[in-house]
């Protein structure tokens, strides 16, 4: 493929052709800001965060929709560049909730960073606010448009990758907002609860309803595992705090890239549900009672050796599980054909 | 399946048949999804009218129970209008004669008239299906939970060698199976007739090789029974002891009440699992065992890739892991099993198991690897049967249409479909207790077409008693097109809701699948 | 010494005579919320987080300064003991700014900490805010009144220092502010910039100045290392980001531990990747000098100098 030099911030870079700024910056380890910008998604260059100064150009462009061309000189933290980046980040703020106090994507929130970075405080133009009724009436997703920068990633997720066009922008000018059509609630649209947009929400305007409050962003440990619903085998994070599971959180899955349905990303709440069998149980006149585990053991031991020993190991059936990981199914199989002597193992393939 | 799930967004025409893919494999449906978007065409071979249905161009609402006929009309038609692929049929494949012969009497009339599909609309799909560059089959248990499921795939595979969308990315025939680690269950040798790896045991060289890698002197030669045979066995007493782990029967198996009082019968039951199912609630002992979130191990997926499930947690209370349970056992069976931790169990594994053999958790750590992955250094399968099949050559298997066990009459006059819904998992064990799930799809409730309800005085929300010859279950309905009048569909998900105690056990004889599709009923409403 | 055994949250807790409440629950795993407590100098007993509920008392102890006694059944978590922890938070942030958004603290911060847990979103009253400069006047140290919530750790720490006590309560009532005497800026003051208050600071009020903008707190992994400088032997962290040592700050002081600058700063020097210039007061003003000379080590450089002719 045919590739292009281009000069940023006084270093040579080559990439192909067809490549953004944004991409060759990357590809220098040169840091730019993008809100609304993500490599899964199309590109709005709507935020305008990621500008950059290139030598010739009448304005600042969107480093994110800008091609790279041969030859071209780009800086990417000019004077130029950072007072626009700081003006950009000023009127975001201005409507925005001074509530990192509390908010649930603290530490965990792009328009945060950023302010931090370019060290810029809210308060810098006064103005209108919005005042949005915060939207809980489902049992997965929270929707707070008052912290909504309106960077649509939430829409192109949506509709580029879950392929469900759920939420789209509405109304015009300041009262624009993203929202299901007619502007109900998710709720009472066709939304399916796949969480995908809260997963690209760079701010807390989208958040997971059962991690609210329990615990901030930088105290939850993730640990990288595999769905245990359906037979596709997403990749997620377990977010995990005092040795809870707390949360689900998307990750770069091999099969699923980011998405996730609403049985994995919300349907960890079993794990800790009081339901949980913590004792071996043992069937005491007629009834289950707590036993140990050597006195649950030894019982199984006995009474499957006493019906190996007394009708043969075809006597006994074992059934294995499709919930189990591959170590225990073999473990199984083991178990049925070496120990008790029998081809007697099967599970719920069929079912 | 024969591709990967990612290959599915660059097919040019998918045939998905008794898949409600949205719902069931929400994940993968993205995939179809994309590839509709980037110009691919979608047929769905489905009596309900599902989501994916809604994405179609041709939806091909066929009646229960005639999915043979249908694939032997488009084999019909494609060899007819000679689009079949010559050379692949030549080089790649035997006994295509006598499937010719056979699909010629399947006429698009005569399979309209069994199919109820317009045979102007079997026409077309089978050009497209045929024409296109990459097509590609996506099936469920709409095709394998019948009577005929065996042959019902014989049907699919045999179209799929006909115009030879197989062996190459985007194109083959894909199974998109139910649960986490199915696969997995099934490469581990949890099956009555095959050993890790699907080596069978009834050939010596195997049994003699796992015996020696076990330690033992022999092992059983005759292949044991399906589940559905256990449970029969049980009712006879010629079962008397049972382990099961992880699943619940009676909830899950097909004539539920008589699944419950096999089991009853039983000298022994242990059950080992992370809640007091209603299968726990029949044994005798129950071990309590660690959730995925509180252990190591692997599960393989529906494109055969094996991947990590990583430890988050410590196990609730005195819960073990699964495995450590089994070695206890065995243990106290006198057969030590000491494993410290499961990727030791994984060595074992990939030493006895050829499509494992590459297979380790250091290069796990890097992602996930797609069997057969025969040698450490081997980048895994993506898609299988890439220039030869794994027997050689493809077999055309001639397949004829035949009923269902059980068609309405009139004492009970609907048929019965059963499946899944997108926010409950199986028997609900797990996502009644979410705490979320739940609490946005509350109950469950039957579908019945506006035709019947108003045949019946049904409204939407009554509650009625569904009954088939083995049992009933009280529920509410929804008055909907979803289903075609005389079909009725309810999920299994809810105990309140036990399904199966309606279910037809009737099984096809080759892979002993009940037939959970079909079943007929009555619908009585109650005050 | 005699045991007391009392019932907190309805366990049965046996510590020894003359353990405060606070230290009690601690010893049985519960938790209690502080701001003013400060182990090293407890018994303070101002800002009434830390209190609790306990059978036939007429109010709400401080639990932080209320000793546990035979018999007592106490209650961390009963709805008065919430409901007033989540007024004194209101009262609290009704006169802090809401800038978690830049402020150095955000992410290890006691009153941020407890908004979150008591889900304390707003400040529930209005009223009047201080408005005060933040001062800077210094190279060292930064401090902004107007996020100061009265605790006094900083005060107590500082007098603990043999002959400092730097800073102390200033004015009255609603004007009530920290300050060294004559409420000069802290370089105008007798500070030596050990930072003890700024290790003990709960909130963002005090703030290392060569920190600023370096990270945020879950960026910033903390790692022990010991000063050699003195017999003192104190501990400092090192402040790392992404890899590199973006900076050293005082761990907590302990008992005749000063946590000097010249300690701090000399570990900035073995330690950062790029240490900031030292300065040294000069006729009042602070001038940039040599590290040779920050760390008083001039004299000893022209000996060994001297030796080497």
């Not at chain 1, 965990?108 to 950023?114: A, P, S």
Request: proline content about 5%; some cysteine.
């Amino acid at each position: 493929m045919e590739n292009v030099t281009l000069t940023i911030d006084g270093r040579e870079v080559t990439v192909p052709k067809g490549s953004t700024v944004l991409e060759a910056a990357q590809k220098a380890g040169i840091f730019i800001p993008t809100l609304c910008h993500d490599p899964e998604l199309s590109s709005p260059g709507a935020c305008r965060i990621c500008v950059v100064e290139i030598a010739g150009m009448r304005n600042l462009p969107a480093s994110c929709v800008t091609e790279a061309t041969s030859g071209m000189v780009v800086y990417t933290d000019s004077s130029a560049v950072i007072e626009a980046r700081k003006t950009i980040l000023e009127l975001l703020l201005a409507n925005h909730p001074e509530d990192c106090l509390t908010c649930a994507k603290n530490g965990e929130c792009r328009l945060q960073d950023y302010a931090y970075y370019y060290g810029v405080w809210a308060g810098n133009f006064a103005g209108e606010r919005h005042v949005y009724p915060v939207e809980t009436d489902n049992p997965f997703i929270v929707r707070d448009m008052n912290k909504c920068i309106m960077c649509g990633k939430c829409i192109r997720m949506c509709a580029e990758v879950q392929g469900n066009n759920i939420v789209d922008f509405a109304y015009r000018g300041f009262n624009t907002k993203v929202a299901p059509a007619m502007d109900t609630s998710l709720g009472r649209s066709d939304c399916v609860f796949c969480g995908n947009c809260v997963a690209v929400c760079p701010v807390g305007a989208l958040t997971e309803k059962a991690m609210l409050g329990k615990g901030r962003r930088w105290e939850m440990k993730k640990v990288r595992t595999t769905c245990p619903y359906c037979g596709t085998g997403c990749t997620f994070d377990l977010n995990v705090k005092d040795g809870k599971v707390v949360g689900v959180t998307s990750t770069d899955g091999e099969v699923n890239g980011r998405a996730l349905c609403v049985k994995g990303r919300f349907g960890y709440g079993f794990i800790h549900h009081p339901d949980r069998l913590k004792k071996p149980l043992i069937r005491k006149d007629g009834k289950l009672v707590e036993a140990s585990w050597s006195e649950a053991i030894k019982l199984v031991a006995e009474k499957l050796g006493a019906v190996k020993e007394k009708h043969g190991p075809d006597a006994v059936a074992v059934l294995s599980s499709a919930r189990c990981t591959n170590e225990e199914n073999y473990l199984m199989n083991k178990l049925a054909r070496a120990v008790i002597g029998t081809n007697n193992i099967d599970h719920c393939a069929r079912l | 399946m024969t591709n990967t799930i990612r290959e599915i967004a660059d097919t040019d025409f998918i045939l998905a048949a008794g898949t409600n893919t949205t719902e069931s494999h929400p994940i993968i449906s993205i995939q179809v999804k994309k590839a509709v978007r980037k110009g691919a065409v979608l047929a769905v071979i489905d009596p309900r009218k599902t989501e994916v249905a809604g994405l179609a161009k041709y939806h091909l609402r066929i009646k229960s129970g005639t999915d043979i006929a249908l694939f032997n009309g488009l084999a019909n038609v494609i060899i007819e209008e000679g689009i079949w692929n010559e050379n692949f049929v030549k080089e790649r494949t035997e006994e295509f004669e006598a499937f010719r012969e056979t699909v010629a009497r399947y006429t698009p009339e005569r399979v309209s008239e069994i199919t109820g599909v317009p045979a102007d609309v079997i026409r077309e799909v089978a050009r497209g299906y045929a024409k296109a560059k990459n097509s590609t089959i996506l099936y469920t248990m709409g095709i394998t939970q019948h009577i005929c499921g065996t042959h019902n795939v014989f049907s699919i595979a045999n179209l799929a060698m006909l115009t030879g969308h197989i062996g190459k990315p985007s194109s083959g025939v894909n199974p998109l199976r139910g649960q986490n680690n199915v696969q997995g269950a099934c490469d581990m040798g949890a099956l009555p007739n095959v050993f890790t790896g699907y080596q069978p045991v009834t050939v010596e060289e195997n049994r003699v090789r796992f015996a020696a890698a076990w330690g033992v002197k022999d092992l059983p030669a005759k292949p044991g029974l399906t589940v559905g045979e256990m449970m029969d066995g049980a009712g006879e007493g010629r079962i008397r002891g049972m382990y099961i782990m992880g699943e619940n029967p009676a909830l899950s198996d097909p004539d539920a009440n008589h699944v419950v009082h096999a089991l009853e019968k039983l000298d022994f039951l242990v059950v080992q699992d992370i809640f007091l199912t209603e299968t726990a609630q029949l044994a005798d002992v129950v071990l309590p065992a660690a959730s995925f979130a509180e252990k190591d191990g692997t599960f393989s997926n529906t494109e055969r890739r094996v991947q990590r499930v990583r430890k988050a947690v410590e196990p609730v209370g005195d819960a073990r892991a699964d495995w450590e349970i089994i070695c206890l056992v065995a243990a106290a069976m006198g057969y030590p099993m000491s494993y410290g931790s499961p990727e030791e169990i994984m060595k074992e594994i990939a030493a006895v198991t050829p499509s494992y053999c590459g297979i380790s958790y250091e290069r796990l750590e890097k992602g996930g690897l797609q069997w057969p992955c025969p040698a450490p250094g081997h980048p895994g399968t993506g898609f299988l049967h890439a220039g030869k099949f794994s027997r050689g050559l493809g077999r055309f298997h001639p397949v004829e249409h035949v009923p269902p066990d059980e068609l309405p009459d009139e004492e009970y006059p609907l048929i019965l479909n059963t499946g899944r819904r997108l926010y409950h998992y199986h028997t609900g064990t797990m996502t009644l207790r979410t705490g979320a799930l739940e609490v946005a799809y509350p109950e469950e409730y039957l579908e019945i077409n506006c035709a019947d309800a108003g045949k019946l005085g049904i409204c939407d929300g009554d509650r009625v008693k569904v009954s088939s010859r083995r049992g009933g279950v009280e529920v509410a309905v929804r008055v909907t097109e979803m289903v075609t009048p005389g079909l009725v569909f309810a999920s299994f998900h809810y105990p309140e809701v036990a399904i199966n105690r309606l279910t037809n056990p009737a099984r096809d004889p080759i892979a002993k699948i009940p037939e959970f599709k079909v079943c007929a009923v009555k619908i009585e409403k109650v005050s | 010494m005699a045991d007391v055994n009392l019932t907190i949250n309805g366990m049965a807790i046996s510590v020894p005579a003359g353990t405060s409440i606070l230290d009690a629950a601690a010893a049985a795993g519960v938790f209690i919320p502080t701001l003013c407590h400060d182990r090293e100098n407890p018994g303070f007993g101002a800002c009434r987080l830390c209190v609790v509920e306990v059978k036939g008392a007429r109010n709400l102890p401080a639990s932080c300064v209320t000793e546990a006694v035979g018999g007592m059944v106490v209650e961390t978590g009963s709805p008065a003991v919430v409901e007033a922890r989540r007024t004194i938070l209101e009262l609290l942030l009704a006169n802090h700014p809401a800038d978690c958004l830049t402020c150095e603290k955000n992410g290890d911060c006691r009153l941020q900490d407890y908004a979150y847990r008591y889900d304390v979103r707003e400040p529930g009253f209005k009223g009047e805010k201080h408005d005060y400069p933040v001062d800077d006047t210094n190279p060292y140290i930064s401090r902004d009144m107007n996020k100061c919530i009265l605790c006094g750790k900083c005060v107590r720490t500082c007098a603990a220092v043999e002959g400092r006590a730097v800073l102390d309560f200033a004015y009255r009532g609603f004007n009530t502010k920290v300050a060294p005497a004559m409420d000069v800026p802290l370089a105008e003051s007798d500070c030596v910039y050990c930072a003890r208050c700024v290790a003990v600071c709960p909130v963002g009020a005090l703030a290392y100045k060569n920190l600023a903008g370096r990270g945020r707190a879950w960026e910033i992994e903390k790692k022990p290392v010991t000063c050699t400088f003195c017999e003192a032997g104190c501990t400092f962290d090192l402040n790392i980001k992404t890899g590199r040592v973006v900076g050293v700050t005082a761990a907590a002081p302990g008992a005749g531990r000063p946590l000097c600058l010249k300690g701090r700063l000399g570990l900035e020097l073995l330690y950062t990747d790029r240490p900031a210039q030292p300065q040294l007061k000069k006729d009042g003003q602070f001038v940039e000098v040599s590290w040779a000379e920050a760390l008083g080590l001039d004299a000893v450089i022209e000996k060994i100098k001297a030796l080497e002719k």
